[in-house]
């Protein structure tokens, strides 16, 4: 017997009541991808109001790489919760912030002197992270990239590329953002790096002049411009740029963190420094807190008080983290995240020898999305994505679409899921793709 259990329709009534509640209390942006209501999570298992029993792939959006409720991180807060609830760590501080940076500066890809300062979610670490990068250069301009995201503040939404639906009526934005191109190999194929590059600096003499950049803003692996990896070849000739004109290089690891690509790092894939890290989501296994990492040189430059905010770095998230990087490290969830992603690929491959719907496979460790595309022409084929995950939910598999197009069905598995769910993930998604595509074809 498998861990899928399904008791009652999908949604089951106690869902389709708390929708109806909802529909009459909650803002309209606030709509929901899954329609059943969660009662509680263990591991990779997500149990619903009425009974029935999923295998998450959701994670949260990427935030539970070390599954859901792990008992560590739970005993973890319980303790912190019994201590006190906040007191702003400026005000009065406490352990558990220093402990965290401590824990955590050694692990970041960055050689030398390393500092941190903790905020609320990926958004925050971003904006922060602009700040810092502007306070350490007196310069004004960011460069971004094509299909970023970066969160929905106002800086962070000004640098996030998808118009529909992040940005369309929030505007004006915020000034002296550029945008390059990412080095997507499966748009802009074997050369994608050289292309890329070629975009920067062409940027650099008719966009924006490289003495007034502070930052470059990228993510090692574009997590919603659809699961899409820079490459070596393109981060080291990024670096030189950075390196040539007194740019911050700034990693956006707030979805590639905390073992998603197999390392604790995505850059560490590329061997190429960053001078920042932005890190959240799966940081204290589903408790909201972020980070900015990075050298001490210019995380320094900012005055005191200049950065901050009442709840930043707050203690339940501290202990939380502290407590996920032990479970990473206990777990050894690095080495299980390559295996998982090593079983995933396997497995996504042999499905797309068998399906020409898929156009592309492709990621790193167990950081993978899978492409959807019309036969034929080879155009983005957003229904069919929506289709699967609609066969997989059917199924007991929660899916989640990602991508410029919403094309691209990606794998935010948790790293604790057993070898025997993730074979009985793997045949759902076999399952719904063959039926979803089948539908197409009748
Ligand atoms: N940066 C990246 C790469 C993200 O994927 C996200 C969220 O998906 C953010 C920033 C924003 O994080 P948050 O939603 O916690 O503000």
Redesign the pocket.
Known sequence: MGSIVLKTEIPGPRSRELTARKDATIARAKGLWMPMWIDHGRGALLHDVDGNTFIDFAGG?GCLNIGHAHPRVVKAVQDAAAKFLHTDFTVVPYESYVALAERLLPLVPIGGSKRAAFFN????A?ENAIKIAKAATGRPAVIAYEAA????THM?MSLTSKVHPYKTGFGPFAPEVYRVQFPNAYALGPDAAEIALDDLRRGLKTRVAPETVAAIII?PVQ??GGFVPASAEYLRGLREICDEHGIVLIA?E??SGFGRTGRMFAMEHFGVEPDLV?V??SIAGGVPI?GVLGRASIMDAPDDSTIGGTFVGNPLGCEAAVAVLDVIADEGLLARGTEIGDRLRAAYESLQDRTPAIGDVRGLGPMLGVEFVREGDGAPDAELASRIVGEALARGLILLKAGLHGNVIRTLVPLVISDAELDEAIAVFDAAVTSATAAVIA
């Open positions: 959006i979610s990926g958004a925050e971003v995201f970066h969160g929905r962070a993510e997590g919603e956006d707030v979805q932005c959240a989501k972020s």
